[in-house]
């Protein structure tokens, strides 16, 4: 069981560090295409990576540890996200479940670093950045905790794993109401968690609505290959788990070379249809004000608050 | 007819329900939650429907045509109407702010599921597991009816309000006998032909459908 769940972590994490930056290649190039323009290829965050890392890392004037502990502490905390989830297998260590609730602090810890490090340099964009970052996390994680609570109802665990071991047994309680309520909201959560189109425009710089890319602004080289890549497993990370929830097969069940295979193989898959069809979404969208964002994050809570009660209410029918 | 398949159906109509109330609550346009209320009444027919054939009456799959006639069909016509006449788009200041009233939203669920727990322990079953949608429509319909200040608005308030009403009839004492509920919904039907002359008149008099212009008496 611990050897097994040992192999899994690592290929899960293996597979995202590769598939993630391929993830958002693949986002970019479909949302080019749309818009007529020829893109710069799938690869090209790959290559963005190589670039940083070969580069000098320059450091502003009275900036503190900070600046380069956070980039770790998010690539750090992405990576174990990606460890937690299930997207390739369901088996887990027995001592460190794959819990709702952990995982869910552990991105918080990469929020939180991701803001300290725009807020280190002490330039205005870098805070005003922060600030957003840290409104719109506020507002987030409880939906995120609220509809996945909904789905662990039927199932008895908040063990994410369990959560989609019981929706390969049972296919019919993914078409039910609860479950597509709490997806629905889980999908705002995710898009408004990732930066993605109607809250953070991810393709701008120096634009005065901007939240991640304010961010980033003081950091170079290695700290923001770090950073990108942080942000990128993430984003892998919450796709796959709304992919896993949305559409369980293919997940390996054990540990087995086959089985895991076409896990990954099922992983990729998925996440280039999410990803693709995501970037076809945006093209359509026009960024919300930043004063409306409350609104659809409010919204997205109730519906993940109606598929809690619903649930409760089905359950006791 | 398993009992597995009245539970679906029962949770379906109450989930969508409550779905059309919060986006009632959630959009500002008019023309959206004339359309929400429509989709409403439908379900609420639905709700009856599924009553009827489960329990084999065929006055209650009656009232549920009536239903599905009036609260799905002739009053959000009625309502669309008067919309178009006064040309109105959206409600432009609710007193009470969209993320407020959506938070308020799951408070008043909340208040809901803790005040019909002793429905839930006198009969369980699906209909009565439900009975908390009812009274979260009827609360969904006051938070309307005192933060919005359009008089079309005003209106979309009441109608929830009485659909929360009805919810709770049809899914506590099992249907209301048909006269009652045909003079309940002719009552219903009057009332909201007669708001709508008084929002036009309203209009002709003040050139906007805010109820705040009415401040002061005249004669």
């Known amino acids: ?317 | 007819m398993s009992t597995s398949w009245f539970d679906q159906a029962i949770g379906l109509a109450a989930g969508v329900l409550l779905l059309t109330s919060v986006l009632l609550v959630w959009k500002r346009s008019l023309a959206a939650a004339v359309r929400s209320l429509a989709v409403q009444g439908v379900a609420l027919a639905a709700l009856v429907a599924v009553i009827g054939i489960y329990e084999g009456d065929p006055q209650l799959v009656a009232i549920a045509l009536l239903v599905l006639a009036l609260k799905g069909f002739l009053l959000p016509w009625v309502l669309d109407r008067s919309r178009v006449r006064i040309a109105a788009v959206r409600e432009e200041t609710p007193l009470l702010n969209t993320t407020a009233s959506l938070l308020a939203l799951s408070l008043l669920t909340m208040l809901a599921y803790l005040v019909s727990r002793p429905f839930l322990t006198l009969a369980p079953g699906p209909t009565s597991a439900a009975v908390p949608v009812g009274i979260s429509l009827v609360l969904y319909g006051f938070l309307i009816l005192t933060t919005r200040r359009h008089a079309i608005s005003q209106l979309v308030g009441f109608l929830v309000l009485d659909n929360g009403i009805a919810t709770v009839a049809f899914l506590t004492s099992g249907g209301v006998p048909l006269v009652v509920e045909l003079g309940a919904s002719l009552d219903v039907l009057l009332v909201v032909l007669i708001l709508r002359v008084l929002t036009s008149r309203i209009t002709a008099e003040f050139g906007a459908a805010d109820l705040d212009d009415l401040m002061e008496l005249r004669d």
């Open chain 1, 1 to 317: 069981m611990n050897a097994g769940a040992l192999v899994l972590v690592v290929v899960q994490v293996a597979v995202m560090v590769v598939l993630s930056p391929l993830l958002v290649g693949v986002m970019r190039q479909v949302r080019a295409r749309m818009e007529g323009r020829a893109g710069a290829g799938v690869l090209q965050p790959w290559r963005d990576l190589r670039k940083l890392l070969g580069k000098e890392t320059l450091q502003a004037d009275g900036t503190s540890w900070v600046m380069a502990a956070g980039p770790v502490v998010l690539l750090g905390s992405s990576a174990l996200v990606c460890a937690l989830v299930p997207l390739v297998g369901t088996t887990t260590f027995p001592l460190v479940p794959d819990d709702l609730f952990v995982v869910v602090s552990v991105l918080l810890l990469g929020t939180v670093a991701l803001a300290l490090v725009g807020l280190d340099a002490g330039s205005a964009f870098g805070g005003m950045g922060s600030s957003r970052h840290m409104t719109i996390a506020a507002l987030v994680e409880p939906t995120v905790l609220v509809s996945v609570y909904a789905l662990s109802i039927p199932v008895g665990s908040s063990a994410l794993s369990a959560i989609v071991e019981a929706r390969i047994a049972d296919p019919a309680s993914i078409a039910s109401p609860v479950s597509l309520l709490a997806l629905v909201a889980l999908s705002v959560a995710v898009l408004a968690e990732t930066g993605r189109m109607p809250v953070d425009n991810p393709s701008t710089h120096l634009e005065l609505t901007m939240i991640h890319e304010a961010m980033v602004l003081e950091s170079s080289g290695r700290d923001l290959a770090w950073l990108e890549l942080g942000s990128w497993l993430r984003l892998g990370a919450l796709l796959g788990l709304v992919g896993s929830l949305l559409v369980p097969w293919g997940i390996a069940g054990d540990v087995t070379v086959p089985a895991l295979a076409v896990g990954v193989l099922a992983l990729a898959l998925k996440l280039g249809v999410i990803g693709a069809g995501l970037a076809a979404g945006e093209v359509f969208l026009a960024k919300l004000r930043l004063f409306r964002v409350p609104e659809l994050l409010a919204g997205s809570f109730v519906l993940a608050f109606l598929a809690v009660t619903a649930s409760y209410l089905v359950v006791q029918g």
